[in-house]
């Protein structure tokens, strides 16, 4: 498999590994998974007001779970941000 590909594979892989069997994460998981996998592109959650914000702005349609589909909104957004700080960099 390419580059892209395999790491579209890591990414369904690891949100399988903190969602478990029913495909979805709850608050607990999504900060244990952002604070464990993502610790580099967004700042670790400690407080629960950042928790809850973060988790109301991703569950889309209220269901109080994220999904994959809002799950990877959450990926893109922050590969977007990333992103802008690499051309940046990059024309310094």
Same mark, same amino acid.
């Given at each position: 498999?390419? &580059? %892209?590909?395999?790491?579209m594979v890591s990414i369904i892989q690891i949100f399988h590994k903190y969602s478990g069997q029913e495909c979805k994460l709850k608050k607990a998981e999504l900060k244990e998974l952002?604070?464990?996998?993502?610790?580099?592109?967004?700042? &670790? %959650?400690?407080?629960?007001e950042t928790l809850d914000q973060?988790?109301?702005d991703l569950d889309q349609n209220g269901d109080l779970e994220?999904?994959?589909?809002?799950?990877?909104?959450l990926i893109a957004m922050?590969?977007?941000a990333c992103h802008e700080l690499f051309i940046s960099t990059q024309h310094e």
């Open positions: 498999m390419s &580059k %892209i590909e395999n790491s952002i604070n464990n996998e993502l610790c580099h592109f967004i700042q &670790k %959650i400690s407080d629960q973060l988790f109301l994220i999904d994959f589909q809002e799950f990877i909104a922050v590969t977007s």
